[in-house]
């Protein structure tokens, strides 16, 4: 018989494992990753990123708190497969597994192969000895229960493709890699370029997709679909939209971020009076407004947001400048080449015109990149702001304090409103933390890019800036809802590189690229109503009948009288004309018609 002792210690042990089970955070998964860089290879020219890409991506892997990261490089074939092997083992009990390539890779009949660095590959057929396939890979994280991701920074110029002998003509060796559709569920592969496209080096240390991937693919709850969103954007803006990465696969509806958002212990948002002083000044949305906020705040986080809206204001003045300089020094050129100026004036003036619109475009640009660095902070706030509003939820007291100071500002922070609580109207807060004016704003601006808006960009989605969506929506075959801005309509404008509704311009102007530009006819010719230039028509001879007026002016004289009765073929003899009354010869008998009617001698 046990005494009672013994059960109160077995008590004690069993509640201490259940409070210890229960401590374990939620998001404990396995994830394990396999970085290969190979750059030291043996039989053609040795690439310079690779190695440093692979350093760079371990890091960023180690520093999310990946269980199980290995890191390789410069290995040989052999070796590669018995990496692949034994990730596959490590890989059976994880959520997550991650395999990063850089190096080289080859496309042989649509299929595409990764290049170790002992390979010669001096036969077509060599790839299938020499060579591991992209197959090999993906059985490698295919035990992964959770997401199965392979990254390849492979699409680079192949030199084994240029000298490598064709065993058969109709083989295809393609440049880049080909196209994948994955057949297992939960699983992505991410290309550094799109399928049949080569990727770029760049001038730095690592390539621009890897430093690309390094900063946005282990944002803390960033769902890894939108990860890679980001980092296409990146790297289209960093090489001029010369490489564009591509991601092929497809995951469920629920987000599936690579380091989830960790639970925090803190107080609910410490800095809650600095936060509303922030977004009051957000708010009234001027220079003044910030300025005051940060003489009060220079330091800190919230600092360094209003410094991002202070630079997005600027730049958005600056582009506003260079817009209507360009406007004028346009003006300018149409004014002389309309006057035939001189020819050094009208070259001068159209090397104006092309200055200010290249100021213009640079303006745009720059205030693009300002309002991209705007909503990254705004995300990353918005995760700081979500983590400590776990704890708000714990303690009633300071949540009702801040609820007091500010029920607006608290909504962005903390979350929705139980029912009741606050009045429809008074709610300013959209699941990713930006207020609906600024969503607005974005995607009109996104719109006028894109040229299907012509007015202005103030924030208010109204008639107008609904017709332009749904201009977009014709062109672009999308079927977004135009009644409100979202941040979907955001997110399917900036995918659009390029114009996409067509540029309408005003008579007497015509599209020149994306602008419009004032038509000039040339001497002699004036503008049609179908906006085309003509000749001008010389004006006709009216015939004037002034010689009755001058009749009716002065009396006839006899020998006139004898010529105008002569027109007459039957003229009246004066021994028959008849007796003028008095009315006639009141009225008198100067007039033609009188004459020719016979009523005088």
Known sequence: ??????????????????????????????????????????????????????AMIAATLKNAGFDVVEERHDLPAAETRRALRDFADRARDADIAVVYYAGHGIEVDGTNYLIPVDAKLERDTDVYDEAFSLDRVLLAIEPAKQLRLVILDACRDNPFAKNMKRTVASRAIGQGLAKVEPTSPNMLIAYSAKAG???????????????????????????????FGFVRDEVLKTTSYRQEPFVYGSLGGEDVPLVPVKATASPANPQAEIRRDYELAQQIGNKAALNAFLAQYPDGFYAELARSQLAKIAAEDARVAATEKARLAEQERARLVAEGAQKGQQAKAEADAKAAEQARIAAEKAKQVAQEQVAAAEQKRTAIETSAAGKASENKASENKVVADNKAADQVAVGPPAAGKIQPANVAALSDGSAPADIAKSVQIELRRVGCLAGAADGEWNAASQRSLALFNRHAGTRLNVKLASTDALDAIKLKPSRVCPLVCEHGFKPDGDR???????????????????????????????????ERAAPLRPHAKQAVVGRSQAPTSASTARPLTGQEREEGCNSYGAIMSGKCP
């Open 1 to 54: 018989m046990k005494s009672p002792g013994s059960l109160d210690l077995r008590r004690f042990f069993l509640a201490a494992a259940l409070l210890l089970l229960a401590c374990q955070p939620a998001f404990a998964e396995k994830r394990v990753a396999l970085v290969l860089g190979n750059s030291a290879y043996q039989n053609v020219a040795r690439l310079a990123n690779p190695v440093n890409d692979g």
């Open 197 to 227: 496209s080569t990727a770029l080096d760049g001038d730095a240390k690592n390539s621009p997709f890897t430093m690309a991937l390094a900063k946005h693919l282990t944002t803390p709850g960033l769902d890894v679909r939108r990860a």
């Open 516 to 550: 419009c530009s004032r038509i000039v006819c040339a001497e002699g010719s004036i503008l049609n109503d179908d906006n085309e230039c003509e000749k001008r028509r010389g004006t006709k001879p009216v015939a004037k009948r002034d010689r009755d007026d001058r």
